[in-house]
């Protein structure tokens, strides 16, 4: 809404924000499978999604302390290549996983943690089920991520930024269990804040309240 206001105009009409909704079956928790890689990655493989950042940060956590990252990178094959021969050259390849789509919550089981690198978004579904799922996520600073992230938005690294990035994986994979901690809090915060329930009473609210000033103008 606020972009609206910078980059088009201010409404004409009133305006309510709603946010998406997830249903309560979403905020059951999922296990990791035994090979489980540290990272996942899940979307589109296109330069707003900040993959090849994260590869360079997973380059620059092997370069700088040892440290090998692994990761699963899910989604559509189109683009893909471009992002398995930049980890060719970064010398990461062994340690990266690439996966044809699936559904979210059976990705989010081949995985510890989530990434989400992007470097624009509106407000994606794949943070909330990521967090509702109990998964701790690692998300930069852009579009709606901080507002579902609400007061622990000063979690979220800057996009674009490789160094950034590698240090919030340092941090989550040294602390495995305050990240646990860390993800049930977020999780408890969303939770009656983005339901299906919430948005549906929210948009029929507003069908309501459009219908009556509809009337009143006609009586």
Same mark, same amino acid.
């Given at each position: 809404a606020e972009l609206y206001r910078r980059k088009v105009q201010q409404p004409r009409c009133t305006v309510r924000v709603i946010p998406n909704g997830l249903r309560i079956a979403e905020f059951d928790p999922v296990a990791p499978q035994p090979d489980a890689t540290d990272l996942l990655f899940?979307? +589109?493989f296109r330069e707003l999604k900040g993959i090849d950042t994260l590869l360079e940060a997973i380059a620059k956590l092997k370069s700088s302390s040892g440290l090998r990252v692994t +990761?699963?990178?899910?989604?559509?094959p189109e683009g893909r290549d471009d992002y398995v021969r930049l980890a060719t050259r970064l010398d990461i390849g062994e340690q990266l996983t690439f996966h044809d789509p699936l559904p979210a919550r059976a990705a989010f089981a081949m995985a510890h943690a989530v990434a989400v690198p992007s470097r624009a978004e509106s407000l994606p579904y794949v943070v909330l089920e990521a967090i509702a799922a109990g998964l701790p996520i690692i998300a930069t600073n852009v579009g709606g991520i901080p507002e579902i992230f609400g007061p622990y938005s000063s979690d979220l690294v800057p996009a674009g930024d490789p160094d950034a990035l590698a240090a919030a994986i340092r941090r989550r994979l040294a602390d495995p269990e305050r990240a646990r901690k860390n993800a049930d809090v977020l999780r408890e915060w969303v939770r009656p804040r983005f339901s299906v329930t919430a948005m549906e009473r929210a948009v029929t609210a507003t069908y309501i309240d459009v219908l009556d000033?509809?009337?009143?103008?006609a009586g």
């Amino acid at each position: 809404a606020e972009l609206y206001r910078r980059k088009v105009q201010q409404p004409r009409c009133t305006v309510r924000v709603i946010p998406n909704g997830l249903r309560i079956a979403e905020f059951d928790p999922v296990a990791p499978q035994p090979d489980a890689t540290d990272l996942l990655f899940l979307g +589109a493989f296109r330069e707003l999604k900040g993959i090849d950042t994260l590869l360079e940060a997973i380059a620059k956590l092997k370069s700088s302390s040892g440290l090998r990252v692994t +990761a699963t990178l899910v989604g559509q094959p189109e683009g893909r290549d471009d992002y398995v021969r930049l980890a060719t050259r970064l010398d990461i390849g062994e340690q990266l996983t690439f996966h044809d789509p699936l559904p979210a919550r059976a990705a989010f089981a081949m995985a510890h943690a989530v990434a989400v690198p992007s470097r624009a978004e509106s407000l994606p579904y794949v943070v909330l089920e990521a967090i509702a799922a109990g998964l701790p996520i690692i998300a930069t600073n852009v579009g709606g991520i901080p507002e579902i992230f609400g007061p622990y938005s000063s979690d979220l690294v800057p996009a674009g930024d490789p160094d950034a990035l590698a240090a919030a994986i340092r941090r989550r994979l040294a602390d495995p269990e305050r990240a646990r901690k860390n993800a049930d809090v977020l999780r408890e915060w969303v939770r009656p804040r983005f339901s299906v329930t919430a948005m549906e009473r929210a948009v029929t609210a507003t069908y309501i309240d459009v219908l009556d000033r509809k009337a009143t103008r006609a009586g």
